[in-house]
């Protein structure tokens, strides 16, 4: 980060004053501009890094943000503002809208480890904006492809452990899918899951997926038989074909229904046909668990959880990452663990990473942990040796 151009732009002089200070004392050097006019467009052009405030005199954040889109600028910008965090989080959006890098924000009054943090996600854009530019290069698949890669096997199953944080213990394990493509190698799942689902084949490789996580697991399952294990579903395409086929599978192992658990996620459930609503009462019935994924992202979860067999709550990763920042994003996951209690549902996190997210969760009884903080998606052979550290629940 020492070597990177910095540009501040605010009104306030105290505020400018101490972003330099800041600055100074991490070891960068921040060029300070009280007003959005020509001579500061021209330092923010050739700028890696500009911290904006979103009410300055003449232009306010949005008009900036409009003008940032326009020059194409492709440095990371921070925001600085003492506005309502629902108007701030707009602002965010827009500038994703807008293809701006935007890295987070600062909330008037900050000290010196918030303008720490923001630096540290500061320094990381690079790496992340490198991935992001090999993502961007890597082609979506295509149907021929997709299909190509089901059949010749390319796919293949990772697993993340999910830890009981009150007993220490992993209790379950979510089976994500990756792919090794011959020529591209290994390409990311947003690369061809929307083609899975668009060309209507997202069934085939689900009972793929699951046939082949099953084989490399059961003697696991049998030897741990509290142990679960979850696999994503489509519930725009799930129906009663599909859920007849992986109650077959399932019936292939030596594994109890109550150990697999099916995960649909939220936002594809909005419009749910009376084919999925059969399948999903039918799987139900057969004994394994059903789990709302990405829960709170869409518009239909309390009318899902009326109508559909759900036991369990997978509470979205995008409200975790923000516990630390946001009181929106606290308050949802408290109302969500209330909500999961009241109806005596399993609950289960997504995407912890930090410690203070994880006392939140534990603040709020939510006792299944999945994240980096625990463990990375891992192959078979790195989940049988990650397993030997950890006892797992029996009760």
């Known amino acids: 980060m020492s070597n990177k151009r910095i540009v501040a732009v605010d009104d306030e002089a105290s505020l400018l004053h101490l972003l330099a200070e800041f600055g100074r004392l991490q070891g960068v050097e921040v060029t300070c501009f ?16 500009l911290f904006l405030d979103m009410q300055l005199p003449g232009s306010d954040g949005l008009d900036v943000i409009t003008e940032l889109s326009d020059a194409s600028y492709d440095g990371a910008i921070v925001l600085i503002s003492g506005v309502d965090e629902v108007m701030l989080e707009y602002a965010v959006k827009y500038a994703s809208s807008k293809g701006l890098n ?21 320094e990381s854009f690079e ?46 394990i979510e089976c994500l899918a990756r792919l090794e493509h011959p020529s591209f190698g290994n390409i990311s799942p947003t690369r061809f899951i929307p083609t899975l689902e668009r060309s209507r084949i997202i069934n085939d490789f689900t009972k793929v997926l699951v046939d082949t996580a099953l084989n490399q697991l059961t003697d696991l399952l049998e030897a741990h038989d509290h142990l679960t294990i979850s696999f994503n ?16 599978i399932i019936n ?18 909005l419009d749910i046909s ?19 994924d990405d829960f709170g992202t869409g518009y239909s979860t309390i009318s899902q959880i009326n109508k559909l067999p759900f036991n369990e709550i997978k509470v979205d990763q995008s409200f975790i990452q923000h516990i630390a920042d946001k009181q929106t994003s606290r308050a949802i996951v408290a109302s969500t663990c209330q909500l999961a209690h009241n109806l005596n549902y399993k609950l289960v996190a997504e995407g912890v990473e930090t410690l203070e997210q994880l006392a939140f969760l534990k603040e709020h009884k939510c006792k299944v942990i999945q994240g980096y903080l625990y463990s990375k998606p891992l192959s ?10 950890f006892n797992i629940a029996v009760s």
């Not at 192992?253 to 649909?264: L, N, S, Y």
């Open 34 to 49: 009280p007003a959005w006019d020509e001579d500061v467009k021209s330092h923010v052009n050739l700028s890696e890094v």
């Open 102 to 122: 935007l890295v987070g924000f600062l909330q008037k009054p900050f000290n010196m480890d918030d303008f720490s943090s923001i630096l540290a996600e500061c």
């Open 127 to 172: 790496n992340k904006a490198a991935d992001n530019a090999y993502l961007a290069s890597t082609p979506e698949l295509n149907y021929k492809e997709v299909r190509k890669a089901i059949t010749s096997q390319w796919f293949y199953p990772v697993f993340q452990p999910q830890i009981n944080v009150e007993t220490g213990s992993i209790v379950g």
């Open 233 to 248: 579903i489509s519930s725009k395409t799930l129906n009663r074909d599909t859920a007849v086929k992986l109650i077959e």
């Open 252 to 269: 292939k192992f030596d594994v109890r229904p109550e150990q697999i658990v099916f995960e649909a996620t939220e936002t594809s459930a």
């Open 274 to 292: 009376e084919e999925t609503e059969f399948a999903l009462t039918k799987l139900r019935l057969f004994g394994v668990g059903l789990s709302i």
């Open 380 to 389: 078979i052979v790195q989940l049988r040796q990650f397993i030997q550290h």
